[in-house]
């Protein structure tokens, strides 16, 4: 099916129990964004203002896949920002920040991650540290020494929601560049949360 509208969406998540309270099933919900994942943005935009969970993370599911098969696409990009305000869960972030902002700061400039990283708003400093993410497998070094930057920035961060990505980040990026996690950790590590510290140490051996 490849007309999928907004409405048809919810429609196929309400038959599925999905817009009502209750425990999230997530198998169902990425198999139903996954058959609409060629909706138009401006269907997306519909799906976005919904209330229920189930229809914002629909929707941040299909920019995700639409960002995989067109990396760097700033009309996603511009999608996920319009709507961050409707982000209210860390899962959201962490679905489609990767590949939807970072493909698309890939290469620089990484203004907009150190915008995202000062915002009074933790989700907002979520993406700044879990776009990132793409870096490591898909970018440059230069990239993921950007994303070093942004975790300096945030390094000190006593939100779980913030503080736990900057160690998953720095987890990752030290298998690629480990002298640099070294380097990081020397200066860094005191002013640390402790979880995040534990999660950027996780995998050095």
């Known amino acids: 099916m490849n007309d999928w509208t907004a409405a048809g ?4 998540l309400e038959e599925l129990g999905l817009l ?12 139903t964004a996954r058959r609409a994942r060629d ?10 203002v919904q209330p229920p969970y189930a229809a914002r993370m629909a929707a941040f599911c299909i920019l995700d896949f639409q960002a995989r098969a067109r ?9 996920y920002l319009r709507h961050h305000d409707s982000i209210d869960t860390w899962d959201m972030v962490d679905r489609a920040a990767p590949w939807v902002i970072g493909s698309c700061v890939a290469g620089g400039p990484y ?20 776009a990132p993410l793409w870096f490591v497998r898909h970018g440059t070094d230069a990239d993921v020494l950007a994303g070093f930057e942004v975790a300096a920035a945030l390094r000190a961060d ?5 503080h736990k990505p900057v160690g998953i980040f ?3 990026a030290g298998e690629r560049l480990r002298p640099h996690l070294l380097e990081f950790l020397a200066e860094h590590e005191s002013h640390m ?12 051996t």
Request: glycine share 2%; aromatic share 2%; hydrophobic share 45%.
């Open 20 to 31: 009502a309270d209750g425990p999230r099933r997530m198998r169902d919900l990425f198999d």
């Open 158 to 162: 006593a939100d779980p929601l913030v």
């Open 71 to 79: 990396p760097g696409d700033v009309a996603l990009r511009d999608a």
């Open 39 to 48: 909706l138009p943005l401006d269907e997306v935009d519909k799906l976005m």
């Open 9 to 12: 969406v919810m429609t196929a």
């Open 193 to 204: 949360p402790r979880p995040a510290a534990r999660l950027a140490r996780r995998k050095l």
């Open 111 to 130: 203004d907009l991650l150190h915008d995202l990283a000062a915002s009074p708003d933790p989700l907002r400093r979520r993406t700044a540290m879990t």
């Open 170 to 172: 720095l987890a990752h």
